[in-house]
């Protein structure tokens, strides 16, 4: 059942999203949201987009695809009570910077982080200082968040929220359980050698019926731009003969689809660890290439649960501390106090004394470089995949003239 609504009976939602994992994080807290709220589920167009497969994977929902300027327009000309900014710091940043966001009868702001977010960063902040509320799913993340939040977002409200898409019950497993598979959890940024990546697959090969899932297919965008995608890897292993081709397979599609036909869920630091955990799935974290921020793992430390490529090969998958899941991702669904949260936030709109323009501490390049990002994506991918080329050439100052250039007299010019 879900919770009475917070503030007015019946509150408008606009959720806006920009990658995968955000629109997956966005229409699953509207799902949340009380039941006879209104909403609906837009996708900023940016140079990460999703593919329809990935869409369709993330949400049921019906999903419209808008430009940064049309979506400008619709927020004006609807004034939604509540906007869901499900979005990626920059764009938070952005969207933040207009001012159709300044007024006093502005619609509430609300953000999040959709997976682990720990150790807590100045920056994820300091991008959601113009929001009002931001939503974040452990007590360990409340506590650290909020810390820098105190003084680099001190108008910015923590929200306890259970992760809106951890399933509530486990897979049936049959009682042959070899026939299932160990899958893996890729990530686009950890580890970055190939090597490591190499590694990786070679231990899977041994288990046998192994399976990488994959965030995005060859062409898919993804939140984090990878480098050394597993399916090229494990082409050049063949081609070397260090392993046997389909010794490893791949698959796109759901998390949830692939957890349940796993036996166990291998990750570096997977937030879809949190679901197989939720599935009553064993798990490991490897920990071969380290337990640091960089490896984004760090929060896996006294789980119980990390192990290393060795532990993989011999099957020594674990369940987690009980401890370690209370204070992070696992606590007691009462303990959730974001509507509470969210319903103060209403009192004070309808007194009028939401906050006006936001004070952002972030430099004017970095702003303009934000936007121009949404406003032209198509062209600034095109002008991404060329800096290699530029550089080369020795003629890197184009992009940068087209883009920093007379930089104020810009940020007048754009859209609001």
Not at 1 to 17: D, H, K, N, Q
Not at 235 to 259: I, K, N, P, T, W
Not at 382 to 400: A, D, M, N, T, Y
Request: proline share 6%; net charge positive.
């Amino acid at each position: 059942m879900r919770p009475e609504p917070a503030g007015p009976a019946a509150v408008r939602v606009l959720a806006i999203a920009d990658t995968d994992s955000y629109l997956k994080w966005s229409a699953a807290t509207l799902d949340a949201l009380p039941h006879s709220w209104e909403s609906s589920q837009v996708l900023i167009h940016n140079p990460v987009m999703p593919s329809q497969a990935q869409i369709r994977a993330a949400t049921g929902r019906p999903v419209e695809v808008m430009s940064h300027t049309a979506l400008v327009r619709r927020i004006r000309r609807t004034c939604p009570d509540l906007v869901l900014l499900a979005c990626t710091g920059p764009v938070v940043a952005t969207l933040t910077a207009n001012r159709v966001f300044w007024g006093r009868n502005r619609p509430v702001l609300v953000s999040g982080l959709p997976g682990i977010s720990v150790p807590a960063t100045h920056r994820a902040v300091a991008a959601r200082a113009g929001c009002d509320l931001l939503l974040v799913h452990s007590k360990r993340e409340v506590a650290e968040l909020g810390e820098v939040a105190a003084w680099r977002a001190p108008r910015l409200v923590i929200g306890l929220a259970s992760l809106p898409f951890l399933p509530n019950r486990a897979p049936r497993i049959p009682t042959d359980s070899l026939a299932y598979n160990v899958v893996f959890g890729a990530q686009a940024k950890v580890p970055v050698e190939r090597a490591d990546r190499e590694q990786i697959l070679l231990a899977l090969a041994d288990v046998g019926s192994a399976v990488v899932k994959l965030r995005a297919w060859f062409g898919e965008q993804q939140t984090h731009r990878e480098t050394r995608s597993y399916p090229e890897i494990l082409e050049g292993l063949v081609a070397q003969r260090r392993v046997s081709a389909g010794a490893v397979a791949f698959v796109g599609g759901s998390m949830h689809d692939a957890l349940c036909t796993a036996r166990g869920f291998v990750t570096v630091s997977s937030t879809a660890a949190l679901e197989a955990i939720a599935m009553d799935l064993p798990i490991l974290i490897i920990s071969d290439f380290g337990v640091c921020a960089e490896m984004i793992n760090l929060v896996f430390e006294g789980s119980g649960c990390l192990g290393t490529l060795n532990d993989l090969r011999s099957g020594r998958l674990s369940r987690p501390d009980p401890g370690w899941m209370e204070a992070n991702y696992f606590h007691r669904a009462e303990d959730n106090d974001w509507l509470e949260q969210l319903r103060g936030v209403f009192e004070v709109r309808a007194a009028g004394q939401l906050p006006g323009r936001p004070r952002l501490n972030i430099s004017l390049r970095q702003r303009v470089r934000w936007r121009v990002r949404l406003i032209i994506p198509r062209l600034w991918r095109q002008l991404s995949k060329s800096r290699v080329q530029w550089r080369k050439f020795g003629v890197g100052g184009i992009r940068s003239g087209l883009v920093w250039a007379n930089q104020r007299t810009l940020v007048q010019r754009l859209p609001r």
